[in-house]
T-cell receptor, first 116, second 118 residues
Framework: GESVGLHLPTLSVQEGDNSIINCAYSNSASDYFIWYKQESGKGPQFIIDIRSNMDKRQGQRVTVLLNKTVKHLSLQIAATQPGDSAVYFC???????????????FGKGTLLTVNP | DADVTQTPRNRITKTGKRIMLECSQT?????MYWYRQDPGLGLRLIYY???????NKGEISDGYSVSRQAQAKFSLSLESAIPNQTALYFC?????????????????FGPGTRLTVL
């Protein structure tokens, strides 16, 4: 079936280490992916996005990697800080087929905990 | 994000009651969405609207209704609340086009409404 899921529901890292959060998707028609960060008591906030014609995209301390061959997406956070502690969601947009280019399908989320 | 506001932020109600959750946005976006978040299930789309008077069902619309009274307002109603509708509800908005070429995909979320149905 079609799904967006995560390999690890929780991730605990030490402050200063790099973090890698993974996401698997099954719909080969997906053409756009977003990572969201949700802090406790708040709504999800955009972190970084990537289109399917790219393999890698970098932001400030974050990098998203897309492997279309195995339908895998990852978010890398460099020098993780306590303020990075949150739930991280990947979301996919399934392209223009059937007029569904306005909807995002979210994964279940990974809880990242940064230990001082 | 202060551009998308939700009221109330918390609500406790009883089974069978009618509940309305409000969402307002000052971003000038055409598109608005209502999601439900449950532990371990992520965000699931309830309803979405492309413009005033445009209403579309999401994946879990049963038991809910919506109204798009104006471009800036999108309300979600539970006609007869039941305990399994206890969840965190988020409103989101998106534009037809945005800076940096992200298009209509990026959605901006409100702070959420925590609803408890007893």
């Amino acid at each position: 079936g079609e799904s967006v899921g995560l390999h690890l529901p929780t991730l605990s890292v030490q402050e200063g280490d790099n973090s890698i959060i993974n996401c698997a998707y099954s719909n080969s028609a997906s053409d756009y992916f977003i990572w969201y960060k949700q802090e406790s008591g708040k709504g999800p906030q955009f972190i970084i996005d990537i289109r399917s014609n790219m393999d890698k995209r970098q932001g400030q301390r974050v990098t998203v990697l897309l492997n279309k061959t195995v339908k895998h997406l990852s978010l890398q956070i460099a020098a993780t800080q306590p303020g990075d502690s949150a739930v991280y969601f990947c979301a996919e947009n399934r392209g223009n087929s059937g007029g569904s280019n306005y909807k995002l399908t979210f994964g279940k989320g990974t809880l990242l905990t940064v230990n001082p | 994000d202060a551009d998308v506001t939700q009221t109330p932020r918390n609500r406790i109600t009883k089974t069978g009651k009618r509940i309305m959750l409000e969402c307002s946005q000052t971003k000038g976006h055409d598109r608005m969405y209502w999601y439900r978040q449950d532990p371990g299930l992520g965000l699931r789309l309830i309803y979405y609207s492309f413009d005033v008077k445009d209403i579309n069902k999401g994946e879990i619309s049963d038991g809910y209704s919506v109204s798009r009274q104006a471009q800036a307002k999108f309300s979600l109603s539970l006609e007869s609340a039941i305990p399994n509708q206890t969840a965190l509800y988020f409103c989101a908005t998106s534009a037809t086009s945005t800076p940096r070429g992200r298009g209509a995909n990026e959605q901006f979320f409100g702070p959420g409404t925590r609803l408890t149905v007893l």
